[in-house]
């Protein structure tokens, strides 16, 4: 299966969602015992104009993913979706009237509250790999902070990082705040400083070295940043171990 050009993570009882104007390709093995089976709910944006989904439609992270990452389900789950789709597909099919529309947008709001409840699962069930991603990206940070990157290239993105371990920006916030409470942001912004400290109490460079060496261009931003997080300026925390 492929999502614009890139493959998809596909397995049985998997769960995609496609942001409007997204190319979709689906390829059947032929040699295959059983055909690949399932719902494909299709619908206009439009369709959510004047409902309360049409603005939360918006939080859920889902949409946004890179096209490598998919919900996996429990076979429970997926009989639990395939039931919301069957209510959808019924709801369609009968006579419209002025309770039709109230009763697909509920099924559908239905069906992103069950995902989010299942996504937030996945976290927890699949947490061997996400450790092993967040020990990838503690290896990437260390390995960009040791090769002088701070200096020339400034503190990485949040866009870089994902690139670099093939997730998306959402999905590593997501995981992040799952197992360690922070964002990717302030977890850069944390390692930054424990690097900030390490130079501060273990070498004699001044302050404005050390900014300099840290990738901030201006002496003033790295010490805001230094007191936000530790309630004191760089100065006091060098002169604490005097």
């Known amino acids: 299966m492929l999502y614009g050009q890139q493959p998809h993570d596909f397995d049985d009882g998997v769960l995609h969602f496609m942001a409007p104007g997204q190319v979709i390709t689906v390829t059947i ?16 944006p439009d369709l959510l104009w004047n409902t309360p989904l049409a603005k939360t439609i918006k939080q859920y992270e889902y949409f946004d993913y890179a096209a490598n ?11 639990m ?23 697909i947008i509920a099924q559908l709001e239905l069906l992103l509250t069950y995902a989010d409840r299942f996504y937030q699962r996945q976290f927890i069930t699949r947490k061997v790999a996400n450790h092993e991603i967040l020990t990838r990206m ?11 990157s701070l200096i020339k290239e400034g503190l990485p993105t949040v866009a870089y990082i994902a690139d670099a371990l093939h997730v998306s ?28 400290k390490e130079k501060l109490s273990t070498t004699t460079l001044s302050v404005s070295e050390i900014a300099y060496e840290l ?6 931003s790295f010490s805001k940043l230094f007191k936000t997080k530790t309630n004191l300026s760089p100065l006091e925390f060098r002169q604490s171990f005097n």
């Open 29 to 44: 093995n032929k040699d295959l015992v059983h055909d690949p089976s399932g719902w494909m709910i299709l619908f206009h």
């Open 69 to 79: 990452e998919a919900l996996h389900l429990s076979d429970r789950e997926e009989a």
């Open 81 to 103: 979706i395939s039931g919301i789709a069957k209510n959808i597909e019924h709801e369609y099919q009968a006579n419209i009237d002025k309770f039709s529309l109230p009763v």
């Open 138 to 148: 503690e290896t990437l940070l260390d390995d960009y902070f040791a090769s002088g």
């Open 169 to 196: 920006p959402n999905y590593l916030s997501g995981l992040l705040k799952n197992l360690t409470g922070q964002s990717t942001q302030q977890h850069l912004h944390d390692k930054l400083i424990g690097l900030a």
């Open 215 to 220: 990738g901030f261009e201006h002496l003033a």
